[in-house]
């Protein structure tokens, strides 16, 4: 099917197209990536400060949170794919260091009888003499 063709209406011709012009402007402007969306925000965010701070400084704190709690759902998930290998490093080294310090307590528990039943075998040799 061809994407324009002619038809008549009334002795009139008019141009119709089998596909909507918002449609496909609209699909190569949603491409976008997040670095230049995240870019712009934050030339706007800054431009914003900029001219606040000139009228007032004391709103330069309110903005810099207001900022941050802008920033946040963008960050997160990239904060969190970078903490997860690190929280399996500290779970791992966390176990290990369980099960030496667990070895280490055995290893003292069974000298400490070793060390109680020698001093009763020698509380027990001389009245045996």
Known sequence: ??????????GAAAETTTEPKAATEAT????????????????TVGAIGVVAALFE???IPGMLIGVGAMLVPAALP?????????????????YKLGQKTRHAFAEAQEQVHDIVAEANAEAVQPTAA
């Open 1 to 10: 099917m061809p994407k324009s063709h002619e038809t008549e209406l009334n």
């Open 28 to 43: 190569t402007n949603s491409f976008t990536k997040p670095s230049e969306e995240l870019m712009t925000k934050i030339a």
């Open 57 to 59: 400084v004391a709103l």
């Open 78 to 94: 990239k904060l969190a794919e970078g903490a997860q290998p690190l929280f399996r490093k500290t779970v791992r080294g966390a």
